[in-house]
């Protein structure tokens, strides 16, 4: 049965994948150290790091750090419940998600 979460990253997934993005899930095992993002996303130089979230879902403190390190070094972090999250922040920022 998929989770809330896991639907949410597949949607995630899928639109990226659409519109040409080059996405890769970042996977956690005994080597990875916690915090890191779910994925993150490449194109036309840009790097959104994305963090997917269930409705309910919630970050951990070692979520929150890295997204501060990564925001602090310049880098694009994004919590996403839903594609219209990435679409709002990819927006605000002046990212072109759909195009090129």
């Known amino acids: 049965m998929t989770t809330p979460e896991t639907f949410v990253k597949n949607k995630i997934r899928s639109y990226m994948k659409k519109h040409k993005w080059h996405y890769r899930a970042i996977g956690s095992n ?7 993002p779910d994925a993150y ?3 036309n130089g840009i790097v959104l790091f994305i ?4 409705a309910k879902g919630k ?3 070692d979520q929150i750090q890295e997204m501060f390190d990564i925001k602090n070094h310049g880098g694009h972090h994004i919590i996403a419940y839903s ?3 990435i679409k709002e922040y990819c927006n605000k920022n002046g990212i072109e998600l759909e195009g090129l």
Do not use: I, N, Y
């Open 59 to 61: 970050m951990s403190p």
């Open 30 to 36: 005994q080597f990875t150290r916690s915090g890191l």
């Open 51 to 54: 963090e997917c979230k269930s």
């Open 83 to 85: 594609v219209d999250d």
């Open 41 to 43: 996303a490449l194109k």
